[in-house]
């Protein structure tokens, strides 16, 4: 079956580091990905797209890879901040008509 | 609007009633969904209009949930004979069209809770 999978234990991690979250998924071929941000009693909002054709897509302090072989997306956050604490959600096109299929999201906390 | 508005942001319901959650996206925007997110939970894919054509109801869990969009616009998402299952924060989203760049702007949600 399909399965969009994003490590469920909340990242910890020092102001001004680099967060890394993942996403894994299988039984996919999606032609694209998108990052989300969630807020708490927010909706989602959006933050990248990248495409399958592309490997490495970047804005400000954001970076995402796209890995259509290990079918992995890896999401960077250089020199966090404590305002980049959210959770952060994968979405993966499915039905190829802009349906996203959402993985659960990882809390990041980012600690002064 | 601005952005997607829903409403009501927060209904409380007895088990057993029918609700109706409301949506209304951004001008403009000619696709449109519903989302359902359960505490520390994704987003389950619910139902997805596009245009005219025949809406994407394959995410619906049963029966007692329908969903519809007048003039293209507005959309209203009901849940019949409601169950304690179903509480959950309801997520609308709209996107501008359909391609394969399409971000979606989501709303605040509508906070079910059915006792």
């Known amino acids: 079956s399909q399965k969009i999978e994003q490590n469920s234990e909340a990242l910890n991690i020092q102001e001004g580091k680099t967060a890394t979250l993942t996403c894994n998924y299988t039984?996919?071929?999606?032609?694209?990905l998108q990052w989300y941000r969630q807020d708490p009693g927010r909706g989602p909002v959006f933050l990248l797209l990248i495409r399958e054709n592309e490997k490495e897509k970047r804005k400000e302090r954001l970076k995402v890879t796209f890995d259509t072989t290990l079918k992995q997306s890896l999401f960077h956050i250089t020199a966090s901040q404590p305002a980049d604490s959210a959770t952060y959600l994968c979405a993966l096109e499915n039905g190829g008509y802009n349906k996203l299929i959402f993985g659960a999201g990882t809390r990041l906390a980012v600690h002064p | 609007g601005a952005g997607v508005s829903q409403s009501p942001s927060n209904k409380v319901t007895e088990k057993g009633k029918d609700v109706e959650l409301r949506c209304d996206p951004i001008?403009?925007?000619?696709?449109l969904y519903w989302y359902r997110q359960s505490l520390g939970q994704g987003l389950e894919f619910l139902i997805y209009f596009q245009g005219n054509s025949a809406p994407d109801k394959s995410g619906l869990p049963s029966d007692r949930f329908s969903a519809e969009r007048t003039g293209g616009s507005v959309s209203t998402l009901t849940i019949q004979r409601t169950q304690q299952e179903d509480s959950a924060v309801y997520l609308c989203?709209?996107?501008?069209?359909?391609?394969?760049?399409?971000?979606?702007?989501f709303g605040e949600g509508s906070r079910l809770t059915v006792l």
């Open positions: 001008s403009g925007h000619t696709a």
């Open positions: 989203a709209s996107s501008r069209e359909v391609s394969n760049t399409g971000e979606l702007f």
């Open positions: 039984n996919y071929s999606p032609a694209y």
